[in-house]
């Protein structure tokens, strides 16, 4: 799920927002805590036993300039692969192009 304010009149603004006002506070500050000079992001994408195939972002983010990703808790596997290089994200700040890089 996002948490966030999404860009747009045409956009609803998540519904996670009024669910978790905590965890949306605590995922903002993480990101300055880990990117004190990072312009900060408008959503979050907080993701929980995901997979993902290979892919370029789209969607509802337009303005974005790149991504930042961080592996949080106990788990097993979970790398980051962009263009075919394995990224250790565990309790690492990771950035990349989400829009070009897949």
């Not at 903002?28 to 290979?54: G, K, M, Y």
């Amino acid at each position: 799920f996002s948490v966030g304010f999404m860009p747009g009149d045409q956009c609803c603004q998540p519904k996670a927002n009024l669910l978790f006002p905590d965890l949306v506070k605590a995922a903002f500050q993480l990101e300055v805590d880990l990117c004190p000079d990072r312009i900060p992001s408008s959503t979050i994408a907080i993701n929980r036993n995901a997979q993902f195939r290979p892919h370029t972002d789209n969607g509802a983010g337009a303005g974005q300039s790149t991504s930042l990703i961080v592996g949080l808790g106990n788990y097993v596997g979970g790398e980051l692969v962009v263009e075919g290089a394995k990224k250790d994200i565990r309790y690492k700040a990771v950035e990349f192009d989400g829009w070009k890089q897949r």
